[in-house]
């Protein structure tokens, strides 16, 4: 069961989140949603989906309103001021585990893109990082996170914002990552979300032990089933 939760980002706003906490989980996962200014929110279908599978498998799992987002303070950062809400999150999830339980990271779109600036330079240790649906055509992918892994990026077929050659070029300079196409899929993974939730399980396999799968099946580098 999910609580409603506040986090207090350090010199920052207090964010609207929730947390399903598991005294027997042995990882966690926290998760980014797309962009405020085009209504994203944490109850987007994606990262809804993402963290039902990750529940699924005993995670503890954190979603959250980045500032100027439902009840969370502040205002729209533009995506800098977003990375504080991030490690403020990690900080809260990593609270809620026991001190040697791994913790990923999971951003869908605007949340992919400032999940990766975070984890391009990560406080302790590489963290696993899954990037669903990169807006690669919409923002400055510069910064990278080269020390990421596990490392999962997730796109469909015809996606507008995330070109499969843009893509390949991306993936191209993140060693050791895999990319998982959605056939079919568009950017926000309508009739799509079984098989992205496919990937993200066996991303999950990769790294977070413990707990029941929550889906089957071994879903390989390209999914089409609707």
């Not at 980014?32 to 993402?50: E, Q």
């Not at 991303?203 to 929550?214: D, I, T």
């Amino acid at each position: 069961m999910e609580l409603p939760i506040e986090i207090e980002v350090p010199g920052g706003p207090r964010l609207e989140a929730r947390l399903a906490e598991s005294p027997t989980a042995t990882a966690g996962l926290v998760l980014c949603h797309p962009h405020p200014l085009y209504g994203g929110d944490m109850d987007n279908p994606v990262i809804v989906r993402a963290a039902e599978v990750a529940q699924g498998r005993g995670l503890t799992t954190l979603r959250f309103n980045f500032r100027g987002v439902g009840a969370s303070g502040g205002t729209h950062g533009g995506g800098i001021a977003e990375e504080d809400d991030v490690r403020a999150a990690l900080s809260r999830a990593r609270a809620a585990l026991s001190a040697n339980a791994p913790l990923g990271l999971l951003g869908y779109s605007f949340g992919a893109w400032v999940s990766a600036r975070v984890a391009s330079k990560p406080p302790d240790h590489p963290l696993p990082l899954c990037l669903v649906a990169p807006p690669l055509g919409m923002l400055d992918w510069t910064t990278v996170p080269t020390g990421a892994t596990p490392l999962l990026v997730v796109a469909g077929t015809r996606d507008q914002y995330c070109p499969l050659p843009d893509l390949e070029r991306l993936t191209a300079r993140l060693p050791g990552a895999r990319t998982a196409i959605i056939e079919g899929a568009d950017h926000f993974f309508l009739g799509k979300l079984y098989p992205m939730g496919l990937e993200i399980d066996r991303w999950l396999r990769e790294w977070a032990s413990g707990g029941s799968a929550a889906l089957t099946g071994e879903p390989g580098g390209r999914s089409g089933a609707g």
